[in-house]
């Protein structure tokens, strides 16, 4: 392979960034200083390029050290991982969350999506960029959901620097202290992907920002110097004020509420998947095990992987994350390989606008994912284990890597899993911010250090994924569902629910309802009954069912039931289970138009129909933002058009649903009549 580097170097920061993850060069070939050694023969080669899977962490590194990814550490990292430059960079621009321009260390992410634009995230945006004016050294964002709805509106401060000493042995700390992960950057005034139009002009700037950047200490201009810490702070619900607070001094702002804050129904003893957050330390291995932690891992070993496979396929357990297919087959599929090695990746990168709950169970139980990431890849075959877990989600992974690290000092990962020889291990790879990245085949692209764009089927995951080996990926909700699978026992879960869609499921509850949050209710409830529970509003005007992706039911139509058959044959969709209510008060036609922003922007581009169906979606709902009747009914005819072909001919999930919630608003709410 010829690979042509360019002439940036980069600086002594990036460097030790990236060392810090790959360890020190070997050679030259690596960006080692030159020796007679290195005159004589190339080392790397095929072994450096087996690492290709470390580009997205070394990408993490820099930006988490810098603030964004000059020329010269992007051509450092192809070096030390013989990746070619024009393919690493196709990566770096391709999530949302880096920037490959100079950009203050400090960026303010301000969630512009469904439920916080309802709850005044515009006016909260413009009045933080006005109180913080243009030399505060702060980067003022507009982002996409940042999975915090029932607090709405949401902020999260990120700061570039050191990474910080890790969290103390059984504490909880409200921001984690290792690999804070910064929010994706939005569509804004800087593009969330962009490119070098003027190579000479962007290598002037890194020139200027790399004289300007003092050795120590800020220079006035938002860039750290050496002795300053990586911070993040989540704000929600954020004021001026308290945004203000968080974008100056991120690691003095106040800490997170409890993850129990989320759930209104915490400590009712009808919860099931619930039941431990609230009434559980998440970071307390000992606790977890005292309210019946791995009981079901210690019953999987009973069983058998076979058995283990019997019985999520006999509880009828379907998958949680929209597209509802049965894990058990999927299971089987995968197990009955004969190529090895299988792989289980769990799908924790929840960005469809409206979902938290997978974060309220990492953050409230995290030792459950750990165990039941071990129960699935028993079953499976599998002995490594990757979380991709969303980048917008800093407790999370501080939470998560704790119950990493203690499961496996205490013999419950490694080489022998609680003393019965199956060795299993779990990595955390942090997603980047790419909504498109929720599709398992990009998702295993990105974790490869690819771009994250969807693969064509067949083959499917459980042939070839993963590294070209079988899969099964599954989101943390289908996963968690798997415990009380085996301490019930199939017949007993199965009796839970209705007998198409078995078990409790998890709703995010968000907008105009007095008690927003994660509820579980058992299949076949009503959608009525639930937003009794939250304390619907007066003047409901609508409730978005799935998300972004989902579709609008009327208020006449509150006795649908939350089932995956009972909104399939209503012509909606339960999705992952995002339900957010709006009253009359929030304005439909820009609803619309943010969706169509939302699709736009995720566009990963690969395929015409979604990357062009996208902008014209966006185009159209904007011409008639203000319109109605005759006047938008060309438009209207337009849309129609442009969504039929993103459905019917896009390469995934994302083209084909991106019409589905206009279409509802137009069909069943009368919009634009």
């Not at 990431?373 to 800093?394: D, F, I, K, N, S």
């Not at 205490?410 to 990245?437: H, K, N, S, T």
């Not at 929030?586 to 581009?605: K, N, T």
């Amino acid at each position: 392979m010829d690979l042509r580097f360019g002439d940036s170097k980069p600086t002594d920061e990036e460097r030790e960034a990236v060392d810090a993850l790959l360890g020190p060069p070997e050679s030259s070939w690596e960006g080692a200083d030159r020796t007679d050694t290195d005159l004589r023969w190339a080392r790397g080669g095929r072994e450096a390029r087996d690492r290709r899977d470390l580009l997205l962490p070394a990408l993490h590194a820099v930006n988490d050290r810098v603030g964004w990814i000059s020329e010269g550490a992007l051509d450092y990292v192809c070096r030390r991982l013989t990746v070619p430059p024009a393919e690493a960079y196709g990566v770096a621009t391709f999530y949302a969350m880096f920037s490959v321009r100079p950009r203050p260390a400090t960026v303010l992410h301000v969630c512009t999506d469904l439920a916080c634009t309802a709850a005044g995230a515009a006016e909260l945006c413009a009045d933080v960029e006005r109180r913080l004016g243009p030399e505060s050294g702060v980067r003022v964002e507009r982002s996409p959901c940042l999975g915090l709805c029932e607090r709405a509106p949401a902020t999260l401060a990120v700061r570039a620097g050191r990474p910080s000493a890790r969290p103390a042995e059984g504490d909880t700390p409200a921001r984690p202290a290792e690999g804070d992960t910064p929010a994706r950057p939005a569509h804004g005034d800087i593009p969330a992907r962009p490119a070098f139009e003027d190579a000479e002009a962007v290598r002037a700037e890194e020139a200027r920002v790399v004289r300007e950047r003092g050795p120590r200490g800020r220079n006035g201009k938002g860039r750290q110097g050496r002795d300053t810490l990586h911070a993040t702070a989540v704000c929600a619900p954020a004021t001026p004020a308290t945004a203000l607070q968080a974008a100056t001094a991120p690691e003095s702002a106040p800490a997170e509420p409890d993850p129990a804050l989320a759930v209104p129904q915490a400590g009712a003893p009808s919860l099931t998947l619930l039941t431990r957050v609230g009434t559980t330390d998440p970071a307390s291995l000992d606790d977890y095990r005292a309210h019946g932690g791995y009981t079901a891992l210690r019953r999987a070993f009973a069983l058998g992987p076979a058995g283990v496979i019997r019985e999520v396929t006999d509880a009828g357990l379907l998958g949680r994350g929209g597209a509802a297919f049965p894990t058990g087959r999927k299971w089987q599929a995968t197990a009955a390989q004969p190529d090895h090695p299988h792989y289980l990746v769990c799908n924790a990168d929840e960005s469809e606008p409206g979902t938290f709950k997978d974060r309220v169970l990492m953050e409230g139980d995290p030792y459950a994912l750990v165990e039941a990431m071990t129960v699935a890849a028993y079953a499976t075959g599998a002995h490594r284990g990757y979380l991709y877990l969303r980048g917008e989600y800093p407790r999370a992974l501080a939470r998560l890597t704790h119950a990493i690290e203690r499961a496996r000092a205490r013999g419950l990962l490694g080489d022998d899993v609680m003393g019965r020889g199956y060795a299993f291990d779990i990595e955390i790879r942090r997603g980047a911010g790419a909504y498109v990245c929720g599709e398992e085949t990009a998702l295993f692209n990105s974790i490869e250090g690819h771009r994250g764009e969807p693969r064509s089927k067949p083959p499917f995951p459980v042939e070839k994924g993963l590294f070209g080996k079988p899969t099964v990926a599954n989101n943390v909700e289908t996963l968690v569902n798997v415990l009380p699978i085996l301490t019930l026992g199939a017949r007993a879960y199965a009796a839970i629910g209705t007998p198409a869609s078995t078990g409790p499921k998890l709703f995010c509850v968000s907008g105009s309802v007095a008690r927003p949050g994660v509820y579980e209710l058992p299949f076949g409830a009503t959608l009525g009954e639930l937003l009794t529970l939250a304390g619907v509003r007066d003047r409901l005007r609508a409730v978005l069912l799935g998300g972004a992706a989902g579709g609008f039911v009327r208020p006449d139509e509150l006795d649908l039931p939350l089932t995956f058959e009972g909104t399939r044959e209503a012509g909606t969709t339960l999705g992952s289970g995002v339900v957010m209510a709006f009253d009359d008060t929030v304005p439909l036609p820009r609803l619309l138009l943010r969706i169509a922003e939302f699709f736009r922007d995720e566009s990963c581009g690969q395929c015409v129909p979604c990357r062009v169906g996208t902008v014209r979606q966006e185009e159209a709902l904007r011409r008639i933002a203000e319109r109605t009747g005759d006047a938008a009914a060309g438009d209207v005819a337009l849309l129609r058009e442009v969504g039929r072909a993103m459905r019917d001919a896009s390469i995934c999930g994302l083209g084909q649903t991106a019409w589905n919630a206009v279409e509802s608003a137009i069909d069943r709410l009368g919009a634009y009549e």
